[in-house]
């Protein structure tokens, strides 16, 4: 079964307008984590931002936040006053440990290509 | 403060060949993780490595097997290539097995 589902595989947003994507997860341990990253055309991924399924305010980094709702299993980013330098695929991810925490594993979604339109 | 490092960017192979692929981790961190990116598609987890031990092994066939070294860094080998190999290797590195993983450029594999 797919953990991380995000269902729009392309996004338009006009340059200084605010975008939402969608993220959608599936785990039963208690205690994950959830990222987004943003890819360039030039493959390295770029970590953006952050939040634990303990912390009790959505993060937020700069232009970016996370839409954190626990009960609905989803972890929305949004990018305000957008630029043209956001084009590029978003993914979503979940972080999963072990019962004794001795690793991680990391599971991505799709992605969501953005363009921002001037 | 350098970060992930990853060499080669960019190699070409034929099948059945075997390849290696290196990562150096960013100052400071401990933990190395590799990812196959295929065209079009999310990254996928292949192991993760700490403490020069291989943790954690996503679905793929022995075929693809790792080191770490006492300085951390890593390397990825794959066996007998096949044309499905094809792909964007990523290496992502963390201070611990638990915290934020940060990515290198990766590095693009085309198997022919």
């Known amino acids: 079964a797919q953990k991380i589902t995000q269902t729009q595989p392309g996004m338009f947003v006009q340059e200084k307008e605010a975008v939402t994507l969608d993220c959608t997860y599936d785990?039963?341990?208690?205690?994950?984590?959830l990222f987004w990253y943003k890819q360039p055309s030039s493959g390295e991924m770029i970590f953006l931002i952050y939040?634990?399924?303990?912390?009790?305010q959505n993060a937020t980094e700069g232009r970016y936040s996370l839409n954190f709702q626990k009960a609905r299993k989803s972890a929305n980013l949004v990018i305000s006053a957008s630029q043209l330098g956001d084009s590029a695929m978003y993914f979503c991810?979940?972080?999963?440990?072990?019962?004794?925490?001795?690793?991680?594993?990391?599971?991505f979604g799709t992605g969501t290509k953005l363009q921002v339109i001037p | 403060d350098a970060g992930v490092t990853q060499s080669p960017t960019h190699l070409i192979k034929t099948r059945g060949q075997q390849v290696t692929l290196r990562c150096s981790p960013k100052?400071?961190?401990?933990?190395v993780s590799w990812y196959q990116q295929a065209l079009g598609q999310g990254p996928q987890f292949i192991f993760q490595?700490?403490?020069?031990?291989?943790?954690q092994r996503g679905n793929f066939p022995d075929r693809f097997s790792g080191h770490q070294f006492p300085n951390y860094s890593s390397e990825l080998n794959v066996n007998a290539l096949l044309l499905g190999d094809s792909a964007l290797y990523l290496c992502?590195?963390?201070?611990?097995?638990?915290?934020?993983?940060?990515f290198g450029p990766g590095t693009r594999l085309l198997v022919l």
């Open positions: 992502a590195s963390s201070f611990g097995t638990a915290e934020t993983q940060y």
């Open positions: 785990t039963s341990d208690p205690s994950y984590g």
């Open positions: 939040q634990g399924s303990y912390d009790q």
């Open positions: 991810a979940m972080r999963e440990s072990s019962v004794s925490g001795g690793y991680q594993k990391v599971t």
């Open positions: 100052s400071g961190h401990d933990t």
């Open positions: 490595y700490y403490e020069e031990e291989e943790r």
